[in-house]
Each structure stands twice: as C-alpha cells, then as structure tokens.
C-alpha cells in the first residue's frame, strides 16, 4: 500500500503525473548515481587517472536494473549512509580490478548533487513540454473571446469593460514569461558538481580540474567555476522559477473559482458530482485541486531558501531536504499543469450569463466613459463630480444610469441622448483589447 498521495492508487495522478513519477522514480534515482560514476570513470581514464578498461566496465555495468535492491535497503540501515550501499552493490556488479576504481576521488555529495540534477533537468523538460502545450490553449481561447465583451472587475467590484480574450491573453502573456525564465536559467542551474572531500579537488592533484570539466561535458551539464557543495543558490533558483510558474496556474485556477460562479466553469459532464449532500452543486474542484498543488509548490520553495545557509564545507542536513522538496515540487507543479490544460479543453462559456453581467448595472460600468465625454465641454474634474453624483443617484435609487443622466441639464446641455445612449453600450468600450489579444497571440504563438 502507498503511504504518500504522490504514489496513492486513488488519489497519484491530483498529486502527480506518470511521467513525472517516473523521473523521480527510485530506480530513476540509482541510475542517475550510475550515469554520474560512468561519466567520472570516463573523464577520469581521459585524463590518465584511471584505466581504460576500468572506465569501460563501469560503464558496461552500469544499468538501475541489475542493482540488488534488498542489499541497497539493508545497507542503508546498517551503515545510516546514503550512497556507501549503492557504491558496494555497485562494486559487486564488476570485476575487481574495475570496481575498485568506482567512484574514486568523489565525494557522496558529488554524486548525489549531480545525480539529483540530472533528474531536475529531465522533470524540467517535461514542464516546459507541458506549459508549452497549456499557453497554446490559453492562445485559443484568447483568440476566440478576444471580442467577447466582459465586464472587467476592481476590487471586486464592476470597474469598466474588458474582453474576455484579454483576461485569457494576460494569462498566456505570464506563462510566456515563465517558460522564457525557466529555459533561460537552465544554464545556471544545470550544473554538474564534482569537488571530492572539501570540494578542493586534492584527491586527484593536478588532474582535478580536467577530470571536473571532462565529467560534466560528458553528462551535458554546465562546469561550474567553483565546487558548490554548500552553494546552493542554484537550487532556490530552479525553485524560485518553479513556483513563479506555479502561482501563474494557481491564479489562472483562482480566477477561473471566481467566475464559476455565473460566468465561466471549468467544465461539467454527466457524473461529475460537485457535493455529497447537494446534488445541484457543480463545484469548481479540478480549479481548487490544482490550487491546493500550487500551495504546495510555493511552501515547498522557501526550502530553497532556507538551504543557502550552509555551515562550512559541507552540510547534509540541508542538501538532503532537497531529494523530497524538489521532486514533491515538480511531481505536484506537473498534475497541476495537466489538471489545467483539462481545464482548457472542457472549459464552458455562458454568453449569456456575461452580457446579462456586463449590464447588471445599469450602464454604471462605463460612467468613465460618459465623464471624459462631458469633460470636453466642462473640465475632467467638473465632470467628475457630475457624473458621481448621477452614478450614486442610480445606484442608490435603482434608477437605469440612463435616465438619471437625461434628467441632468448639467449633463443634457451639451450631449444629447443619441449621443449618450452610444457611450452607455459596453461593447464600444473595450479599449484596445482586441489589439492587445493579437499582439500576444503574435508574440507567443510557437
């Protein structure tokens, strides 16, 4: 039986993709330390340190599948050290002569940093393949709802028109942002780590800057100028960037409870169930899963933070956080995503529902528009004070904002009611939207 959510049989994939369980698998895990020691065998028989046929057989051998997992399990019990099992059942998998060169002149860290990595850099490629596919859909969307008038919301309250498209071209806009910002940091936080015992590379004497260079080349990671064993300023950044992304679906999921309420729904077919006990309810809550994953990522990123203070040269309480939050991270930063683009495809829109919104009030949602037209002929701050005054009188009174401003001479005296009956419709005052949504489909659209 599954003891965490991320691997429950009921509840995995709120929590988890299958992909991304995959990547964080503990078979994935041990073959990233093998992928480390082949890469460190090779650059290692490169640079005259070891044999070659040492490096060759390491590398031969080196596959998750033929480790002994019980021997693992058991070593780690009795040694309470992460990776001194791993290297043995290793050891036992070749012949002497190579095994005895496994892992030499590393340090743990060295390989569990750089293992650990090599598994960001994998669930990273899956995010960016999954947020790619969730900006084309919000595209779609803003693309067909670019002149859907809507009434646009301040504080809470009916503030002026906006589109439809627009509040979905915004999103797209932020997602845009953060794939650019996790692609762009790849560079800086994909770094191989290599440094031996105090990160000062003496156990290979004047081959340890080749050897950390060769090695990193060889897994496709970038070479860090410095051993980072306590440098952990890589990892709050992927950290930071992931929950810069993941309050990005966390507001779209918000939003999108918010309007459920009359507007838009994340989606409904027969035998979804909103309530246990009220069988009308059609709840939002695919949106308030994925906002309860979003809450996760975000908590999740402060422990990046808090593992930039490191003691010394080294410093195990900290860096072993990093195994649980950065894949918890990834792992429910993952089904979020996903939940969203589901989002994205069942998503209902009532029409009717928005125009009955956008003129609840009466006109009242484009008084702005009524004031700046009468403050050509009497000064902004003159109209201002006008229009407040009938605005109030509407709402206070349920008057339609129409025939309070045709009881105004105030008002009447130099616009007449063609005129004013033209400004009071929400549809002609979207403003730029329209552009706007096109601009961002331009920009965006892969």
Known sequence: MASSLIDSEL???????????????????????????????????????????????IAQK??????????????????????????????????????????????????????????????????????????NQV??????YKALPEAGRTHAQHAVPITLGY????????????????????????????????????????????????????????????????SRDRL?????????????????????????????????QMGKVGSSTMPQKRNPMICENIYANVRLVKNNANLGLEAMVQEHERDMSFWQTEWMYLSEMCLVFSAAIKMMSQVMDQMIVH??????????????????RVMLDLGRYIGRQNAH???????QKAFNDGIDFLDVLLADERVTKDVDEATLREMLDPARYVGSCVQMVDDIVKKWRK
Not at 139 to 144: F, V
Not at 242 to 268: D, P, W, Y
Not at 385 to 391: G, H, L
């Open 139 to 144: 595209l779609d969307k803003a693309e067909k």
């Open 11 to 57: 509840f995995k994939d709120q929590y988890s993709t299958k992909e991304m369980r995959a990547v964080f698998s503990e078979r994935a895990q041990i073959q990233s330390w093998l992928d480390c020691w082949v890469a460190l065998a090779k650059a290692e028989a490169k640079n005259g340190v070891i044999p070659e046929s040492a490096a060759e057989e």
């Open 351 to 368: 029409e009717d529902n928005i125009k009955r919104n956008l003129n609840m009030t009466h006109g009242l949602i484009v008084s702005e």
């Open 236 to 268: 709050a950044n992927f950290s930071s960037d992931i929950a810069i992304a993941a309050s990005t679906i966390g507001k779209m999921a918000n939003e999108i409870i918010n309007l459920q309420r009359t507007e838009v729904e994340e989606g409904f």
């Open 62 to 135: 080196a596959h998750a599948e033929d480790i002994d997992m019980d021997y693992v399990r058991e070593g780690f019990k009795k040694t309470s050290h992460p990776l001194m099992p791993q290297i043995r059942a290793f050891t036992k998998l070749c012949s002497p002569e190579a095994g005895g060169y496994i892992h030499w002149g590393a340090t743990t860290q060295d390989i569990t940093d750089t293992g650990m990595i090599l598994q960001l850099r994998n669930a990273q490629d899956i995010l960016e393949k999954q947020l790619e596919h969730l900006l």
């Open 167 to 230: 509040k979905f071209a915004i999103w797209a806009d932020e997602l845009g942002r953060d794939l650019e910002r996790l692609q762009h940091d790849r560079k800086t936080y994909f770094a191989g780590n290599f440094g031996g015992a105090a990160g000062t590379l003496a156990s290979l004497f004047d081959k340890g800057i080749a050897v950390r260079n060769d090695f990193c080349k060889n897994l496709g990671l970038a070479i860090p100028t410095i051993t980072w064993h306590v």
């Open 385 to 391: 004070e006008v229009i407040y005054e009938d605005a």
